[in-house]
């Protein structure tokens, strides 16, 4: 049985439309007639009602889309496995955040570009939003940001999550062998990400519990800019521990603990499937062996694996 024919099958019957899943594959809807027609044959039995309106499965087209999809994806993981040793080549448009930027990204980009010396990559850093967005509009092949993305010929992997933390500047009178209280820490400025992130969302969350109500809540979509806010004394911030290692060991800046936890970063890395090519999910398995590798090297209190 020819794959490609499933392969037409399938999308024809997420999108309801023979038009789009030609345009989904870059065919004619003539060709994808006939391959809808080539399985009816083969099977003996209509796939489709169709009607003036839409198109419907048959529950022979019901019973083949369960069989499908676990044939295309094992299809999908057997390329994968003779591929990923093969060189890439071609233009891989990637959007990242700036977490990932300030942590693994680098190592990720120079392994990525020593197994693949001829794959140009464009590097995109912008808000999660942002990121959902183009990937959505297909100005992106791959994503490493926060929340999967939901979508037609989209593919979501875990990569992991990464501790969330209060800190200040040193110097500024913070005791670190004390618990303060969000009641306390409402008392001065929050800097947090962009308004309905995680970090907003789970710093909102953690005043609420208890009841605090922040005096001021800045919302900031660049790390660096929250960093040098802080280190000018304009508030305390709430961002991963990860993307300030450095100045967490040194001393500039310290962690203030607190009563209650904040909720864990959660990364994903998000990709578009394209039915030409494996080379945006060889991609983002390669992202999340190196945020797995990254966790094992700096531990539970900075990274966690995907479970």
């Avoid at 019957?13 to 594959?25: C, D, P």
């Avoid at 990204?105 to 939003?129: C, K, M």
């Avoid at 993305?149 to 992991?160: E, F, K, T």
Wanted: glycine share 8%; proline share 6%.
């Amino acid at each position: 049985m020819n794959t490609r024919f499933l392969e037409a099958f399938v999308w024809v019957a997420r999108l309801g439309s023979f038009r789009s899943a030609a345009e989904r594959l870059h065919l004619t809807p003539a060709t994808i007639s006939g391959r809808i027609a080539s399985l009816e044959s083969d099977f003996n039995k209509p796939l489709f009602e169709r009607d003036a309106r839409e198109i419907r499965l048959t529950p022979a087209g019901r019973i083949l889309l369960t069989y499908a999809d676990r044939m295309l994806d094992v299809g999908r993981e057997m390329r994968m496995a003779l591929q990923a040793d093969s060189p890439l080549t071609g233009v891989l448009r990637i959007g990242v955040i700036e977490t990932i930027v300030h942590t693994w990204l680098i190592d990720f980009l120079n392994r990525l570009q020593a197994g693949h010396q001829d794959l140009e990559i464009e590097l995109t850093a912008e808000s999660t939003q942002l990121l959902h967005e183009r990937l959505k509009r297909g100005q992106l092949d791959v994503t490493l940001q926060t929340d999967p993305v939901l979508g037609d010929g989209i593919s979501n992997l875990s990569l992991g999550q990464m501790p969330m933390c209060v800190i200040g500047r040193m110097g500024d009178g913070w005791r670190t062998n004390a618990v303060h209280s969000f009641t306390q820490l409402s008392e001065q400025p929050f800097l947090t990400m962009t308004r309905g992130s995680q970090p907003h969302l789970g710093l909102l969350d953690a005043c609420r519990k208890e009841g605090a109500s922040p005096k001021t809540v800045h919302c900031i979509g660049s790390l660096a800019a929250i960093l040098r806010l802080v280190r000018a004394g304009i508030g305390i911030a709430v961002i991963p521990a990860a993307a300030i290692r450095e100045e967490l060991q040194t001393g500039s800046l310290v962690a203030i603990p607190t009563t209650s936890p904040l909720p864990p970063l959660r990364l994903t890395v998000s990709y578009r499937q394209d039915p030409r090519t494996d080379a945006n999910a060889i991609v983002a398995t390669l992202a999340s062996e190196e945020a797995e590798r990254y966790a094992a090297t700096v531990g539970p209190q900075m990274a966690l694996p995907a479970s």
